[in-house]
């Protein structure tokens, strides 16, 4: 596969902002407007316009994207199905807090918190984000504990979910095909020769 793209005049490729796989696409495949694309190994969706693909710089090519990496952003193993698990809201998170940033913070109070943080379609943290925990007396603990506290400089809201509406929506919409369209094809991530 290598070989073949070396063969392109110009080599395009839409490059995911979460987890760095690139994926050949020429602006034909897009159509005139763009379309949106999902990557293949984090689930990453973004709109990709034509005019925004990467060009292949000199010294780079495209080798397949290493298989460790790959693990890294594996959907998570489900977990153990929680009958009386209540979601928790939080909110005012510094954009820069992982998911295991807020894991460690509800740990401390709680078992086996299960931490969602809610990302723009580039991967951004938007600064808020859902802990799902045993039960409401977890739940009410992590509240109790938390709401109001310093996280990294910033005071954090913590309270209870009655919203699922935002959790209903991003469901809802069916996930658009992979960048290539080419299924078969497997990401790849930008080398230096
Ligand atoms: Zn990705």
Redesign the pocket.
């Known amino acids: 596969m290598v070989m073949m793209l070396a063969l392109a005049e110009a080599i395009t490729f839409a490059n995911?902002a979460?987890?760095k796989?690139k994926y050949v696409l020429s602006p034909e495949d897009l159509g005139e407007r763009g379309s949106r694309v999902r990557?293949q190994?984090?689930g990453?969706e973004w709109f990709q316009a034509p005019s925004k693909l990467n060009t292949l710089k000199d010294n780079f090519y495209l080798a397949p994207y290493p298989e460790e990496r790959r693990k890294q952003?594996e959907p998570q193993a489900p977990k153990a199905p929680r009958p009386n698990g209540v979601n928790i809201f939080v909110a005012n998170l510094p954009f820069q807090a992982s998911e295991s940033d807020v894991d460690s913070l509800f740990g401390a109070v709680v078992s086996e918190p299960v931490v969602n943080i809610v990302r723009d379609p580039v991967g951004r943290s938007r600064g808020y984000g859902f802990v799902n925990v045993e039960d409401g007396d977890a739940a009410q603990k992590a509240i109790d504990a938390l709401n109001g506290s310093d996280f990294k400089g910033r005071r954090i809201v913590v309270k209870h979910s009655n919203d699922s509406s935002l959790e209903s929506s991003s469901r809802r919409r069916r996930p658009p095909p992979p960048p290539t369209g080419k299924s078969k094809e497997s990401p790849l991530e930008g080398a230096r020769r």
């Open positions: 995911c979460r987890c796989a990557c190994i984090c990453n952003f």
